[in-house]
């Protein structure tokens, strides 16, 4: 089963592309998440299930996953530009505070935030979600 959901959240849009199979002992499901305004794909995530999901609705943990892989990519981004503008080889107190600020100033950051809020909520405001099911 496959499905595709689509979301606009702060002008960004985003697609999660879901898919479930079976496995040997179970189920697994898997999402790549993709920023659909840039094309390009943040992240892909896997859950593999023996019996049942405890999830508010399908294919919530790997879409929960696969945003926190991208948020962890946009700390390495962040991380790695300071690096190349600074010279720095180590991260130490004060300089993860820099990177904190500029985490805390960046609009994207902001905006997966958003995002993983309104994934994570037990009942979504749907009327934002364009969804699309391929059997």
């Known amino acids: 089963m496959e499905e595709t959901y ?3 959240i702060n002008n960004h849009p985003f697609r999660f592309d879901c898919r479930s199979w079976g496995t040997r002992s179970g189920f697994a499901h898997g999402v790549e998440l993709w920023d659909t305004g840039e094309w ?5 995530a896997k859950c593999f299930y023996l019996n049942r999901t405890w999830e ?3 294919f919530q943990t790997v879409m929960l996953e696969a945003i926190r892989k991208a948020q962890n990519r946009e ?3 962040t991380w790695e530009n300071l690096q190349r503008l600074y010279g720095w080889e180590r991260i130490t107190k004060k300089r993860r505070e820099e990177l904190d600020k500029r985490l805390a100033e960046d609009e ?3 905006t997966l935030k958003a995002l ?5 909520k037990v009942h ?3 009327e934002r979600w364009e969804w699309v099911r391929v059997e």
């Not at 993983?116 to 994570?120: A, G, L, N, R, T």
Request: proline share 4%.
């Open 40 to 44: 390009d794909r943040l992240a892909e």
């Open 75 to 77: 700390v390495t981004r």
């Open 56 to 58: 508010c609705y399908n």
């Open 124 to 126: 979504p405001a749907w």
């Open 6 to 8: 689509r979301i606009t």
């Open 108 to 110: 994207y950051m902001e």
């Open 116 to 120: 993983y809020d309104e994934v994570k």
